[in-house]
């Protein structure tokens, strides 16, 4: 996981898109890194990415307990704003790729209210299993590889937007692509986001498992939990065992 704050990544890309450099931001939480534990391709995929920042409070917990602590959370909810600022600070197009039908188009006209000058070259969202099969995978492809975006926010879920993402670098390789999961039905309005307060104390888990408790109750009470508390508890021993070899030893006298 790097090291950045939300401002430095948004640096970093503008940086990479003006020497025409493309790459991936991949923004793991306490379900992606379950996920990437458990099976090699996705860890391969997830580290691959030329950013990794982390949008769980867990893992910016696990990180301080650790002894190497990360300058804030940074979420693809977040980023889908800042670097859409940046975007059109620059005239870079945008696209974006993800949600219900009608959605990315109303999340594209909430970002261009907020930032007239922003270009958004395309908004779609591919029917459900349209990744099911190489026709309609090379579909959105092709769709998206000819509007000829400078940036791309994918809101498909973990790791399908991934997957997706890997495919559209080598049509696009001066792109960068922000996995997002639902930061686009957050943009639109169309999915409720919890309080600053919440996002702040780690809570964010607890608002959109009670806005969508029949969607979500397995994944983070089941699944995320368990896992959490692993974590967190690893964590502190690796910390305490780190503190005790690099205690100096003492002699006791008399």
Known sequence: VDALTEDDVVAWVAGELEAGR?????????????????????????????????????????ARLQGTPLPQRVTGADLIWSLSRCAARH??????????????????????????????CGAHGPPYGFDATPEGRESVVRRVVGARPRLVFAGLGFPRQDR????????????????????????????????????RAGLEW?????VEPGRLARRYLVDDLPFAARLLGGSLTARVRSGARSRPATRKCG
């Open 91 to 120: 005239g870079w197009p945008v696209y974006l790729l993800g949600g219900p039908p009608g959605v990315a188009r109303t999340a594209a006209t909430e970002l261009t209210s907020r930032f007239p000058r922003l270009r958004v």
């Open 164 to 199: 997706l993402i890997a495919d559209l670098r080598q049509e696009l390789p001066g792109t960068w692509f922000l996995g997002c999961g639902a930061a686009i039905g957050f943009a639109a309005g169309t999915v409720a986001r919890a309080p600053e307060w919440m996002r």
């Open 206 to 210: 607890a608002f959109r498992l009670a």
């Open 22 to 62: 493309g790459g991936r931001i991949v923004t793991p939480n306490v379900d992606i890194c379950r996920a990437a534990l458990a099976d090699p391709a996705l860890n391969d995929l997830v580290c691959s990415a030329e950013l990794v920042v982390a949008d769980g409070m867990p893992l910016v917990w696990a």
